[in-house]
């Protein structure tokens, strides 16, 4: 992405996993997150699981990646710098109100989980995570009656 750190990453399978099954072929995910470690975890995850996967640093470089690439589920941190998530998802509906995001959030605030689903999160994952429900929730979102693009 044009001076963006935002990353592409597609075809490396670091790890199989078994859990999730069915992925419709060219499912894209944007993970975003200012923690590095973090984005390789989930990365390595979703590529197991045969997703196509771009990450992001900040609220600014996901609404560059939604607008490049439309992915079809975003997952969100909340507390980033330069563009806040909550900040990030109301530019993200203004893009493309079919792309379902779920927020990650290491806090426990129910305001702010309330101020997301207002603003059109379709639900939230608290870390650490549970990758069970982090796939179900992704499994939901992916099956929604949103019309899709």
């Known amino acids: ?36 470690d973090l984005l390789d975890m989930l990365t390595a995850y979703f590529l197991a699981s045969k997703y196509d996967v771009d990450t992001a640093t900040n609220g600014v ?19 980033m710098p330069e563009m806040n998530g909550i900040d990030a ?12 995001v779920i927020m990650v959030t290491g806090n426990t605030q129910l305001s702010i989980t309330v101020e997301a689903i207002r603003n059109g999160a379709f639900g939230y994952i608290p870390k650490p995570f549970d990758f069970r429900y982090l796939d179900h929730l992704i499994a939901a979102c992916l099956t929604r009656s949103r019309p899709r693009r």
């Open 1 to 36: 992405m044009s001076g963006a750190s935002a990353v592409r990453r597609e075809g490396l399978r670091p790890f199989e996993k078994s859990a999730t099954t069915g992925v419709r072929p060219g499912t894209r995910i944007l993970i975003v997150d200012d923690e590095h």
């Open 61 to 79: 470089e996901a609404l560059a990646a939604v607008s490049q690439q439309r992915p079809d589920v975003v997952l969100l941190d909340i507390h």
């Open 89 to 100: 998802l109301r530019e993200i509906m203004k893009v493309d109100q079919s792309i379902g």
